[in-house]
């Protein structure tokens, strides 16, 4: 009778922890981490919360935050930005230059969601200014 206890009682505590550990585990970050990492909760537009990471502790960011809606990162290196959108098989969508910044906008079926610019649907964006880049998922809000 007690090992039939115990037995069950070790089955119980295997299917929590199947339930739990993956929650305590959550995602990933979307980009190798750069500079600073950025996160945007709340809201998939310019009206989101914006919170700031170091790269070295954004996965210990992201974990402790609720609703992350996007994030994004910068880089020293603009081939470090590019390498992000290989990684996820992306296409370029359109391309445009403003304020001595080039924008990249990128679609991929790899990541969740997309927003709407000029009638095309985008999730990645690379966002270049002289040797340096910066990545971001649906967008790069805020100035860069």
């Known amino acids: 009778m007690l090992k039939k206890c115990i037995s069950a009682l070790f089955v119980l505590i295997l299917c929590l922890a199947l339930l739990i550990v993956p929650q305590l585990l959550g995602e990933g970050l979307l980009f190798d981490a750069g500079e600073v990492y950025i996160f945007y909760s709340g809201s998939a ?23 992350v809606t996007g994030e994004s990162t910068s880089y020293g290196d603009r081939a470090a930005a590019f390498a992000q959108a290989e990684k996820y098989g992306a296409e370029l969508v359109f391309t445009e230059s403003a304020g001595g910044v080039t924008n990249y906008y990128y679609y991929t079926p790899r990541l969740g969601g997309a927003v709407l610019l000029g009638c095309k649907e985008v999730n990645l964006h690379v966002a270049v200014r002289g040797r340096g880049a910066a990545v971001g998922s649906p967008l790069i809000f805020g100035g860069y």
């Open 45 to 67: 537009s310019s009206g989101a919360q914006v919170t700031l990471s170091d790269g070295e502790n954004a996965a210990k960011t992201k974990f402790l935050l609720k609703n």
